[in-house]
Structure formats: C-alpha cells, structure tokens
C-alpha cells in the first residue's frame, strides 16, 4: 500500500487538523495535536515508502529541567523495561530535553495494511501518557526523585 496514502486516510479518519508535507516520492510528514488528560501534546508521523517504515511520536507540552535529566532517564529507563507498551519514551537529544514516546513500525510483509493498525499505535501512546502523565510530571519539575517515584510505584501502586 501507499504509505502517503494511509497517512492521508489515517488523518481524514481521526480528524486532525495539520497538513501533510510530502518531503520526496517516499516520505510524507504529519504533525497535528492530540489532547490527552486534558493536556496538549504534539503528534509526528513519518512514513516512508522506500524504507516500508512508518514512524510516530507523541510529545507532551512539557520539558523535564537540566537538573533533573538524570532522574528522568532512570524512569524512561525503568518504564520501558518494566511495562509493555509498544513504543519507548526517551529524552531527544535536543537542547531542550524534550520528552518523546517513539513507535517504529516495519510495514514490509503486513498485507491488508489499514488505518486501523496506526490508530491501535496512538491509542497505546495516548494510553501510556494516560497512566504515566502524573509521574513524568513530578519527575519533570518537582525535587522529587526518581529513587522516590520507584518507591512510590512498587509500595503503592500508583501507575495501576
């Protein structure tokens, strides 16, 4: 299938507002918002035909401070480790500690590829912000430390 095409029908489907960029023959670009918890966060995808590789990321509207980047790393790492989700969220080494949840789907042998498969991939994003938000959050700009959130994680239960 056309990856610019499903990007198309995928944007139509979820009626986000933004527009395609086309970059060359093989790689289209989405970027619109998606609301989440009542928060603002940017949606990236890229297709690529040549490479049969569709790529989405979601950013919140948020940073994680210099002098918690340590922190967050450790909990981006025990996140990605401990709980099942199809992307991984990291810090992008950008000059601005931007906080990203990556999914990277090879396409190459999915017959019958639909829409559907791209918004099963953002609806498990908008679920890991969902039950993580709060922690990120704190990590982000409260003293409190990743040592902290771990303990509050495995003695209350906070993420469910």
């Known amino acids: 299938m056309n990856l610019i095409e499903l990007l198309e029908d995928f944007q139509t489907q979820i009626e986000c507002e933004g527009d395609i960029e086309i970059i060359d023959d093989d790689i289209a670009q989405l970027l619109t918002t998606v609301i989440i918890g009542g928060q603002t966060f940017s949606l990236f995808i890229e297709t690529n035909q040549e490479k049969q590789r ?8 948020f940073v994680v401070q210099t002098g918690k980047l340590i922190d967050a790393i450790m909990l981006f790492n025990y996140l990605n480790y401990t709980y099942n989700y199809r992307g991984r969220v990291a810090l992008r080494e950008t000059s601005n500690a931007s906080i990203c949840y990556k999914t990277t789907l090879d396409v190459n042998d999915i017959e019958n590829l639909s829409v559907i498969l791209l918004a099963r991939v953002l609806a498990d994003g908008i679920k890991f912000f969902e ?21 509050d994680i495995e003695t209350k239960g906070i993420c469910g």
């Open 54 to 61: 569709i790529v989405i990321n979601l950013f919140p509207d």
């Open 131 to 151: 039950r993580f938000s709060g922690i990120i959050s704190d990590i982000a700009f409260t003293p409190k430390t990743f040592e902290a959130i771990q303990r």
